[in-house]
């Protein structure tokens, strides 16, 4: 089955302690992305990866890193984790030369 | 820079009632135009797309119509089920190379079908 998915799902950590949250996807799509889901303010991206060791910032990178080292991976790192990061995300690919992206199930992240 | 503005809700309607959620975008380029659903503790999934001014993408009962004049791409479906429950984000990827890598999402509408 043709699929994006993350690990964990559910994650409650602590203020300044570094976790990672991992995608994967199964379509061979050389693009992907994380964004974060905020209530009032739909979804922002906060990554993209255009192919293998080709990272760029989207609109909201502040306090986060990513890394492409595979094409069918994306871990998004919190280095040192702050409670205004407590949100919602998701990971999503799309082949190149289609705009539609495919979503991963989300990650509920919660930093105290 | 782009910009999508949808209708706020919470959206309640009795099942068998017509939907219309309203969507309106703002774009330097000639934008793809999506609706996306997401049913409660899911990921987001795509319901429609339009790619160009006059499109109309449909599916599962739901339509809607790339409108280049009005700059809108409102979510219309003539009879809603109780399943139909769900939060309901509009979006646009910009077909512009310096803006085609990211979708713009909307704030989101929920919806909530009474039987």
């Known amino acids: 089955e043709a699929q994006v998915t993350q690990n964990p799902r559910y994650l409650i950590t602590v203020t300044g302690k570094k976790l990672t949250v991992t995608c994967s996807q199964n379509m061979n799509h050389e693009y992907m992305s994380w964004y974060r889901q905020d209530p009032g303010l739909g979804l922002r991206q906060i990554y993209y990866s255009m192919n293998v060791e080709v990272t760029d910032k989207g609109d909201v990178p502040e306090g986060y890193k990513v890394s492409r080292k595979e094409k069918r991976n994306f871990p998004l790192i919190l280095e040192s984790p702050s409670p205004n990061q407590t949100s919602l995300y998701f990971c999503?690919?799309?082949?190149?030369?289609?705009?539609?992206?495919?979503f991963g199930p989300g990650t509920r992240l919660t930093v105290t | 820079g782009d910009s999508v503005t949808q209708m706020e809700g919470p959206v309640t309607l009795s099942e068998e009632a017509c939907l219309t959620i309203n969507c309106t975008y703002t774009a330097t380029g000639y934008p793809s135009l999506f609706w996306y659903v997401q049913y409660p503790g899911e990921g987001l999934q795509l319901l429609l797309k339009a790619t160009k001014a006059d499109d109309k993408g449909s599916n599962k009962g739901f339509e809607a119509t790339y409108r280049k004049e009005t700059t809108s791409f409102h979510l219309e479906k003539g009879s809603v089920q109780v399943s139909d429950s769900a939060v309901y984000f509009c979006a646009l990827s910009d077909h512009d190379r310096e803006y085609g890598n990211k979708l713009v999402f909307g704030a989101g509408t929920i919806l909530r079908v009474k039987s």
């Open positions: 999503a690919s799309r082949t190149q030369g289609a705009y539609e992206q495919y």
